[in-house]
């Protein structure tokens, strides 16, 4: 069968062709540059938990060797502290109120070039330097895609996937519209080594009491005392200049320490956030994922952020579909689920931006409006409520209907499980994290006391045989798991989890029948014969 073509080479689509040859399929990567990158310090990402572990599973080692995990979040407003966090970098469970997990801060240049190592030990992965996308024709068995270049050629592929950015090729050839806003928020930015008085930990200053504070300035750290500082402009009009940069650069050290600290400034810029949204995600065998799908960015939300997780949702889908036959369940359900979630991330920040960057008078007289305000802020920056929380695929295509036996646990159907530690019945220990990503299903199950006793006295007892006949029985290949424990999960739970690590339903024990429909309704398909062997269920 033919590789999947993807149109990209930026993070967004170097994740994806790794996301796939984790599950066996090749793919042709179709890179317009000369395949480099040039360092440029200002420009740096900000991971979620989910999204820096999913990189992490993708051979990354540049997140580990030049990310940073913040250690604490604070806020200020004029010359008072108001909000402190500690963050916790691997936290086992929920985080409480008040730890959260540890965002990670990348320089973006580290982090693609760590994925483009990746991918060039990889052998199913082929990447194609200067060539640029002018033709993309798609037919009943595949798609054909013509680069211009030093080695202009026809590629042939069984899907394509356009992760070429805002100005995306893929997009226009597929005549999808992308409306949104413009300008919705402008930066500047400087990156710069020095010493700040709260080491590791990020922080937001909002109405800073110096003259050229602003609306607010955000610090963020990165590895060897660097930090990304970025202020809020106003929408119109300011001209930000080498010498007023500088100039905001010295009042803001000064402001938090006392007088300006030596400083060595790395780099800088001013940047716009602007707010799209294609109207479309997917024609036929072509596709659209991260900034030619969608463009966000205000309120301390991450477009490369959602872009990952578009990656890591699309890839498990075309993988099904080039190991196991077309579904088109399954293949609409990335623009259901992808689509949706970021129109209301996109309609979350509508919302409050006026409450937030309106005027002034209004917001000072009502009360509580400047800690909801703040509670706003912190979220969009650490990854929680309706600004950053991880999606939740509640209404999906792949949700299956509600099965009498079903529970409720600590997460939500559809949303992404815990980073509990589990044990595979060989022995194997890790995190259910590390288990994600290779093209299976995951059924863990509950079972307190596992950690203490020997490996071959509980794989053979209760409900393990039982679970380990239904588990080899599903319609898609899937992985038994057992944990300790799991938020808000009584002894025996059995979980059923996407390839994704979303979850797809809970069960009071072992219900082989019910497990079937639910993973087959998982995966797309069209409720096929289930096991001939349907003995009694057990509890």
Known sequence: MDPVIVVGAGPVGLALSLSLAQQGVPSVVLDESTGGEEPRPARTVVLRADTAAMVERLGCATVRDEGARWTGWRLMRRKQGVRQLTLDAAPDLSPSEDTAGAPLH?????LTRGLRDAVGDEPLIQVIAESRVDSLEQDADGVTVHT??????????????????????VRKLLGIRFPGRTAVERHAVATLRTELPWPGEAMLHRQPPWRSGGEEVCARPLPDDVWRLDWLLPPRGELVTPDTLVARVRDTLEGWCGETPPYDLLDTGVYTVHHRLARRWRADRAFLAGDAAHLLGALGTQGLDEGLRDAGNLAWKLAQVWHHGPSETLLDSYQTERRAAIAGRLRAADQALPALRGGGVLRVRLPGAARGH???????HLGQGQLGAPPVYAH?????????????????NGAP??????????????????RLGRGRSLVVLVAPGTGVWERRHWQ????????????SALPAPAELLVTEEYPGAAAHAVLLVRPDGHLVASFAGVRPAELYAAADTARGGERAPEPSDRTADVN
């Open 106 to 110: 990348i320089p973006q240049h580290a």
């Open 148 to 169: 211009r270049g030093p080695a202009a050629t026809w590629w042939r592929g069984s899907h394509a996937v356009g992760c070429d950015g805002a100005r995306s090729t």
């Open 374 to 380: 703040d509670s706003v802020l912190t979220d969009g």
């Open 396 to 412: 999906s295509p792949l949700a299956p209907e509600h099965a009498p036996s079903q529970i409720l646990v600590g997460t939500a």
């Open 417 to 434: 499980v815990a980073d509990v530690r589990v044990t595979a019945p060989d022995g194997t220990a890790a995190r259910l994290r590390d």
């Open 460 to 471: 053979s007892a209760g409900l393990m045989p039982r679970l380990a006949a239904a588990v």
